[in-house]
């Protein structure tokens, strides 16, 4: 990993975080909230988890700024497997995009934070 990727990472936690962390408890009721969403299925001891974690951050906060109906989601798969079974997560991450709450496609584009942004507005 990277130091500027450190420093990305421990400057999204002193700040607070721009990716949308969900859980099994309210998952089905914010999903829909939002218009378009790509979410990572992740588990936190996932070395290919901790290397997009910083990535997914960047992308996060572009989209944000950029004011973007688009968001990043978060769902720990090791605390909410409900969820994760549902979605028929079988590896880690595990990338999924919703739009108005329905999942619509995997997300099969680059693992870059401009990849990521540049997903949604394509």
């Known amino acids: 990993m990277k130091l500027l990727d450190?420093?990305?990472?421990?400057?999204?936690?002193?700040?607070?975080?721009d990716v949308i962390e969900?859980?099994?408890?309210?998952?089905?009721?914010?999903i829909g909230t939002y218009d378009i969403a790509l979410v990572e299925f992740f588990a936190p001891w996932c070395g290919h988890c901790k290397r997009l974690a910083p990535k997914y951050e960047k992308?996060?906060?572009?989209?944000?700024?950029?004011k973007s109906s688009a968001v990043l989601i978060k769902v720990n798969c090791v605390a909410n497997k409900e969820v994760c079974r549902e979605y028929k997560v079988g590896g880690y991450p595990?990338?999924?995009?919703?739009?108005?709450?329905?999942?619509v496609a995997p997300y099969r584009g680059?693992?870059?934070?401009?990849?990521?942004?540049?997903?949604y507005y394509v």
Do not use: P, Q, W, Y
């Not at 595990?94 to 999942?103: A, D, K, P, S």
């Not at 680059?110 to 997903?119: C, D, P």
């Open 6 to 17: 450190v420093f990305s990472c421990l400057v999204a936690v002193a700040m607070g975080s």
């Open 94 to 103: 595990t990338l999924r995009i919703f739009h108005r709450g329905e999942m």
């Open 110 to 119: 680059r693992r870059l934070a401009g990849g990521l942004v540049v997903a």
């Open 22 to 30: 969900l859980t099994d408890n309210d998952f089905k009721n914010k």
């Open 59 to 66: 992308a996060a906060t572009a989209l944000k700024s950029d």
